[in-house]
């Protein structure tokens, strides 16, 4: 499609023979199914970013990371981006990877250490940490994470936005309890709840949003600190199943738009291709 304004028309307008143009990568079967999507892929050549509280290399659910930074606020009250040579602080950005690589093995992972011990950290770490994500361009940012504070929400916004129009896709979880928190209220991101079945591959849409879609949130096993297991239930880790999810459609049909990546997760999910 042709930058260059039409003289004739509105900003931001096309004429309707141009529409032939335009690139809709690739052709879609009617109906889309779900083997379609994600059958015999692995999310080779996907890159996940788990904004979180680190990751530990090396853990055998994880494996190699691709690159780990982490927001530190200096003493000017400043965020600042460094290389993470400390890794998971907390355990919760270790368990959410984990969920990733085991539905998506060949991904590439990405941390950015936002949180701090017991998965706290601030809304200027939140912002950095995501400005930063969102400028390297990576296929998705999984969130398991949320901020109840209305002065950082304009930001988030804007951020989320960007990253949408940019071809970037956040996953974000909703609070795991029934208060308002960002990012995962804003349309542009997928907004995670749990569902309490046992497939991983199964996951749910729901027609009226905020939360848009259900994924195995409950009792799932994964990656703790130190090498070790764990069990655990939350939206946190519902969100990462969903990432790893889009990583496989990803890898079987690149170039797709977070709105295209949307349209499949709802056009194939357990639900839908029920009804």
Known sequence: MAEEPYADLPAWSIHAGSVEHVDLQGDWPSPLTREWAIDGATGAGVRVCILDSGIEAGHPLVGEIQHAVAIEIGDDGAPNLIDDTVGDVSGHGTACASIVRALAPECSLISVRVLGAGSTGTGDALLAGL???????????????STTKHLFAATLHELADRAYFGGTILVASAHNMPVDSYPWRFAAVVSVGSHDGEDPLEWFYNPTPPVEFFARGL?????????????????????????????????????????????????????????
Do not use: C
Request: glycine letters at 8%.
């Open 131 to 145: 400005r930063w994500a969102v400028e390297e361009g990576f296929d998705v940012v999984n969130m398991s994470l």
């Open 219 to 275: 009792d799932v096993e994964g990656a703790w600190l130190n090498g070790a297991t764990m069990r655990y239930s939350g939206n946190s880790f519902a969100t990462p199943h969903i990432s790893g999810i889009i990583a496989l459609i990803l890898s079987k049909h690149s170039g797709l738009t977070p709105f295209q990546l949307k349209t499949i997760l709802s056009l194939t999910a357990r639900n839908v291709e029920a009804a």
